[in-house]
C-alpha cells in the first residue's frame, strides 16, 4: 500500500496532492504504474471544473533546432509553483515548444486571430468562392468553412501535435491537467526562423 517512499515518487511524477497519491495507491496496491492511471482517469472528470481557475505560475521552455535557424520560446502556465517544477509539466513545455518549430502556429486560439488578418482570408475566400459559381448561400458557407480551417490550421491549440497527430495540443494539456490535477494554459510563445 501506500508509504512515504512511494507517495513522494508519485507527487514528484504527476504533481499530484498528498492525500490525493496515498488514495490511488491505496486503489491500486502500491503500484505507482497503476495509481498514475488511476490519478489520470479521476483527473479527466475533473479537467474541465478546473479550466477557469487562475493559472499565475508556470515555466518558460525554449527549443533551438539541430540547423540553429528555428528558435522558439514558450510560456507554460500553471497554478503552482510546485506543479511547474515537475518533470513531467517542464516537459509538457519542451513538447509544445517543439511542436511550435514544427508547425509554425500564428495565435494560440482561433479567437486570438487579428480582424486584419480574419478579413485578409475573407478576401481570398470570397474571391475563391465567386470563381466557384455556386449561388451566393452556398458561397457564404464555403467562405465560413475556409475561415474557420485557415484559423484552425494556424492555431497552436488545435493543430494536430507533431509527435502524435490523432491529438490536438489541446488533448495534450488536457490529457495533463488529468493527470496532474491543474488548470495548465498556454501563455504564450514566440518563433524566430533566420
Not at 497519491?21 to 478546473?50: H, M
Not at 474571391?127 to 451566393?136: D, F, H, M, R, V
Request: aromatic residues 4%; contains cysteine; hydrophobic residues 40%.
Amino acid at each position: 500500500m501506500a508509504n512515504t517512499e512511494s507517495i513522494k515518487e508519485l507527487r514528484s511524477r504527476t504533481g499530484a496532492g498528498i492525500v490525493d497519491s496515498k488514495k490511488a495507491l491505496d486503489e491500486s496496491g502500491g503500484d505507482i504504474e497503476k495509481a498514475i492511471t488511476w490519478l489520470r482517469q479521476k483527473g479527466k472528470a475533473s479537467a474541465a471544473k478546473k479550466a477557469s481557475r487562475a493559472t499565475h505560475e508556470g515555466y518558460i521552455a525554449s527549443y533551438i533546432h539541430t540547423n540553429g535557424k528555428v528558435g522558439v520560446i514558450v510560456s507554460l502556465l500553471c497554478e503552482t509553483d510546485f506543479v511547474a517544477r515537475t518533470e513531467r509539466f517542464q516537459q509538457l513545455a519542451r513538447d509544445i515548444a517543439l511542436h511550435i518549430a514544427a508547425m509554425d502556429p500564428v495565435a494560440v486560439r482561433p479567437v486570438d486571430f487579428s480582424a486584419e488578418a480574419i478579413e485578409s482570408e475573407r478576401a481570398i475566400a470570397l474571391e475563391q468562392a465567386a470563381q466557384s459559381g455556386k449561388p451566393a448561400a452556398i458561397q457564404e458557407k464555403i467562405v465560413a468553412g475556409k475561415i474557420k480551417t485557415f484559423t484552425e490550421e494556424r492555431s497552436l491549440l488545435t493543430q494536430k501535435f507533431v509527435k502524435d497527430p490523432n491529438k490536438t495540443i489541446a488533448d495534450l494539456i488536457h490529457e495533463a491537467v488529468s493527470e496532474i490535477g491543474e488548470n495548465i494554459s498556454v501563455g504564450g510563445f514566440s518563433r524566430l526562423t533566420i
